[in-house]
C-alpha cells in the first residue's frame, strides 16, 4: 500500500518567514495529495489540494508543489502569523478513495 | 451546523466493555470514512462507506470493529470487547460521490477520544 514520508517532523519560524513542509510517496498511481491543519482538540481541516494533472497551486498564503518523477509534494506557507502554529499533516491517495497519511509536523511560529 | 458531527466527543470506559461511536456526516455527502488517530500518529484508515455500503473495510484491526451506515446517513463504529491499545482518537470524515478514480476532498469532524481504563 501507500507510503507516506513527512519531513522535518518539528518546525520552528520567525513570524513573517515562511515554512516549508515536505513529503513524500511510494506509490506512483496515486493522484491526489491533500493538507491538513489540525489544532489541538480539533479535527483536521482541508486546507489545499492538488491533483496530479497540476504541478503548482496556490491559495493566498498557502501554495502546494508536485514533483511526480520524484514522488514528493510539498507545502509553502509565506508570511508566517502566530495563527498558523498547528500539526499539519499531507496524504496521498491513488483514487480509491483511501487517504494514506504522514505523520505530521508540528508548526511553530514565533512571534 | 453543517460540518461533520461526531459524538461522544470523549469516552472514558473499562476494558472489555462494548463502545459505540456515531458520525453525522455533511448533509448530501455519499461517502463516508472513518479513521484512528493515535498519540503523536498519523491518521490510521479503517473504513470507507459508499452509501450504506463498505467496499473497502481492509483497515478494521480486529473483528472486535464492526460499523454500519443507514439511511445513507448516519455512521457507528462499535468496538467489542475493548483494550488498552483501542485508546485513540476516532475520526470520521465525510465527502461528495467517490467513485473509482475519483478522489473528492475529504472534511473531518473533530472525533471521539476514547480511553480504555
Known amino acids: 500500500g501507500e507510503n507516506v514520508e513527512q519531513h522535518p517532523s518539528t518546525l520552528s519560524v520567525q513570524e513573517g518567514d515562511s515554512a516549508v513542509i515536505k513529503c513524500t510517496y511510494s506509490?506512483?498511481?496515486?493522484?491526489?495529495f491533500p493538507w491538513y491543519k489540525q489544532e489541538l482538540g480539533k479535527g483536521p481541516q482541508l486546507i489545499i489540494d492538488?491533483?496530479?494533472?497540476?504541478g503548482e497551486k496556490k491559495d493566498q498564503r498557502i501554495a502546494v508543489t508536485l514533483n511526480k518523477t520524484a514522488k514528493h509534494f510539498s507545502l509553502h506557507i509565506t508570511e508566517t502569523q502566530p495563527e498558523d502554529s498547528a500539526v499539519y499533516f499531507c496524504a496521498a491517495s491513488g483514487g480509491n478513495n483511501r487517504l494514506a497519511f504522514g505523520k505530521g509536523n508540528q508548526v511553530v511560529v514565533i512571534p | 451546523g453543517a460540518g461533520v458531527s461526531q459524538s461522544p466527543s470523549n469516552k472514558v470506559t473499562e476494558k472489555g466493555k462494548d463502545v459505540e461511536l456515531r458520525c453525522d456526516p455533511i448533509?448530501?455527502?455519499?461517502?463516508l470514512y472513518w479513521y484512528r488517530q493515535s498519540l503523536g500518529q498519523g491518521l490510521e484508515f479503517l473504513i470507507y462507506?459508499?452509501?450504506?455500503?463498505?467496499?473497502?473495510k481492509s483497515g478494521l484491526p480486529s473483528d472486535r470493529f464492526s460499523a454500519e451506515r443507514t439511511g445513507g446517513s448516519v455512521s457507528t463504529l462499535t468496538i467489542q470487547r475493548t483494550q488498552q491499545e483501542d485508546s485513540a482518537v476516532y475520526l470520521c470524515?465525510?465527502?461528495?460521490?467517490?467513485?473509482?478514480?475519483?478522489?473528492?476532498?475529504?472534511?473531518f469532524g473533530d472525533g471521539t477520544r476514547l480511553s480504555i481504563l
Open positions: 470524515a465525510s465527502s461528495f460521490t467517490g467513485g473509482a478514480d475519483s478522489n473528492q476532498p475529504q472534511h
Open positions: 462507506f459508499q452509501g450504506n455500503s463498505a467496499p473497502d
Open positions: 448533509s448530501g455527502h455519499t461517502a
Open positions: 506509490d506512483s498511481a496515486s493522484n491526489y
Open positions: 492538488i491533483r496530479s494533472n497540476v
